[in-house]
């Protein structure tokens, strides 16, 4: 079995994968598109990181593959439609992405109430000359707030729990409405939409990005929000609408947003630099050395599962 890896990193969570097959991995960088492009073809399955494209052009080339294990819960850089009708199964890592992801959320949704990225920004800039008097660096407090999830998948759950804990109330849109037994478990409510939109005093996503998905978030859609609202986006950044998201923190349309994610190449739009009423993160959802290591051995449990049979394989798509 010959398996090819499009990035060097987390070696310690691969090691039953390099012990077993034949694998092929760059030396401290990641393989570029065209590198792989040429030798895609000898290799049985692929190992690629979040960001790396796996698109029509790449599957035409790769005539012996069976498998494409993704380094992520996301997989929206795989055209998964496309490999099902060459029959190639797609897997993921959703568990270690869990915990950390809806862990950033609450955190970033902390951060943005109480301004502390904000607060620390200017001490630092303003040295001595900062005002720290009592009603200069107001917040918002997060408990009897509410809290709207777009998305309630297992990260989204698991954002609802950790916010129940700091005392808000929870409401939620999803594709599928959960069954109402689960809904009690969680002390949430099914709510359309434009309710999600109009009522939240935060609001957090938490879906896949798809086609259908694309821009869900838009300059409609921010206009219907509270002017008080915070918007959170831990999950893909084309969601939402970034210049019309600029437009809205710019004018007061919504209080305030946190960016894990952006829609152009990773990088925010540069105006959202000269924001104070946003804090923006490099894609750190799953930055733990806990939960990349984990996300490395379920890439390698996926792979070995799938050859072996021996095993729990996180298909995201199988014939
Ligand atoms: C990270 O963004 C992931 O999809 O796991």
Redesign the pocket.
């Known amino acids: 079995m010959k398996v090819l890896m499009t990035y060097d990193m987390y070696r310690e969570g691969f090691i039953e994968l390099f012990d077993r097959y034949d694998v092929t991995h760059p030396e401290g960088r990641d393989f570029s598109f065209e590198e792989v492009m040429k030798i895609i073809p000898m290799y049985d399955v692929l190992c690629p990181m ?1 960001n790396f494209p796996v698109n029509r052009e790449l599957i035409d080339q790769a005539p012996k593959l069976r498998l494409i294990a993704n380094y ?3 997989y929206n850089n795989i055209d998964v439609e496309y490999a099902l009708e060459k029959g190639i199964a797609v897997a993921n ?1 959703p568990d270690p ?1 869990i915990a950390p992801t809806a862990n950033l959320a609450l955190g970033l949704m902390i951060d943005t109430a109480r301004r502390i990225t904000e607060c620390d920004r200017k001490l630092r800039i303003q040295r001595g000359s900062m005002k720290t008097g009592i009603l200069e660096n107001m917040g918002v407090s997060i408990a009897g707030q509410t809290l709207g999830i777009l998305g309630m998948g297992r990260i989204g759950k698991a954002l609802c729990k950790r916010a129940r804990a700091c005392g808000m109330e929870i409401i939620y849109h999803n594709r599928r409405q959960l069954d109402r037994e689960e809904e009690t478990k969680l002390n949430v409510a099914y709510v359309s939409f434009d309710d999600l939109l109009k009522e939240a005093d935060f609001l957090s996503i938490n879906a896949p990005y798809s086609p259908q998905t694309y821009h869900i978030i838009d300059e409609k859609a921010l206009k219907s929000m509270k002017s008080s609202a915070i918007l959170i986006n831990t999950a893909r950044g084309a969601l939402v609408d970034e210049y019309a998201l600029l437009n809205a923190l710019k004018n007061k349309d919504i209080k305030g947003a946190a960016l894990d994610v952006f829609e152009f190449n990773d990088f925010p739009v540069p105006e959202l630099f000269e924001l104070e009423n946003v804090v923006l993160t490099p ?1 750190i ?2 930055q733990t050395e806990k939960a990349r290591l984990e996300m490395a051995k379920t890439v390698s449990d996926n792979v070995i599962g799938f050859i072996e049979n021996d095993r729990k394989v996180f298909f995201v798509a199988n014939r």
């Open positions: 979040f992520a819960v996301g890592t992405v894609h959802g799953t």
